[in-house]
């Protein structure tokens, strides 16, 4: 299986961190993707992709920072976005639900982003929350001027109904699914999960947040993602076997990954 976003650089897994790693493998989860939120968080997720073979990396801004992402900070951003080992930029969108920072600097540094991602042709990740609208419509104009060779991206965490994650599926993003739906009872979108396309559907731990049942209460971690395929599965009416060699495929067209050659 793919964890396809882990804040692994987190303080959290500052005392075991291999140990996490090595629990994952143990778990079946050949391949990690770490997350960057800001430059710092973008540089450590990227050494982390150097040390663990089974560990990718994204450089990204999100938009909880996005009132210090200056030019300088974007051309770092630009600087590590070459490094080999990094598949993604992101997370980058929009937070209306906290807004840490002002909503004007949160469009700024996601248009910002997306316009690196044209340049440098990668996938993006995209956090949005209670801003579909605007985030969609962002989307669109940004896809039309994209020369599509690819998908363009994921919708991490993804908490909409069904004509959301249609219309995302449509623009060539693939939806996320995180922890959340293991204790969620949103039936909205938990239809979105029965009803996501296969070769769109990718899933996440988000850790270390949202962990799923039955670890609720403990810190998240990649080998807990078997918890959130098993009810993607049972939604869905599949194995878990069938929902993680489909995710895996998908996951490994997302981000182009190399196949996964097994624990070291
Ligand atoms: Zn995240």
Redesign the pocket.
């Known amino acids: 299986m793919v964890d396809t ?1 882990a ?1 692994l650089d987190a303080s959290a897994y500052d005392a075991d961190r291999a140990e996490v790693v090595a629990r994952a493998l143990a778990a079946g989860v050949g391949l990690m993707i770490a ?1 960057g ?1 800001n430059a710092r968080s973008s540089q450590a997720s990227i050494q982390l992709a150097e040390r663990y073979p089974q560990v990718y990396a994204t450089a990204g801004w ?1 938009p909880h920072d996005s009132a210090s992402l200056g030019a300088e900070e974007l051309a770092e951003l630009a600087r590590l976005s070459r490094h080999p080992r990094v598949v993604a930029l992101g ?1 980058m969108g929009l937070d209306f639900h906290r807004n840490y920072s002002p909503p004007d600097d949160q469009r700024r540094a996601f248009k910002a982003q997306l316009e690196l991602a044209r340049e440098r042709n990668l996938p993006v990740i995209i ?1 949005c929350r209670d801003a579909h609208e605007e985030t969609m419509a962002i989307l669109e104009e940004w896809a039309q001027g994209h020369p599509r060779d690819r998908d363009l991206g994921v919708i ?2 993804f908490g909409g109904g069904v004509a959301e994650m249609a219309r995302y599926v449509g623009l060539g993003f693939y939806i996320s699914f995180a922890g959340g739906i293991t204790y969620s009872g949103d039936r909205e979108n938990l239809a979105a999960v029965r009803d996501a396309p296969a070769e769109h559907l990718l899933v996440e731990t ?1 850790c270390p ?1 949202l962990t799923p049942v039955p670890h609720r209460g403990q810190r998240n971690e990649p080998a807990y993602l078997p918890q959130v395929v098993k009810k993607v599965a049972q939604i869905r009416g599949q194995s878990p076997e069938e929902i993680a060699r489909e995710t895996t495929a998908t996951a490994r067209r997302a981000f182009s990954l190399p196949e996964w050659s097994g624990p070291p």
Do not use: A, K, Q, S
Request: glycine residues 0%; charged residues 20%.
């Open positions: 976003h804040h997350i939120l999100h997370e956090h991490h965490c988000d947040f």
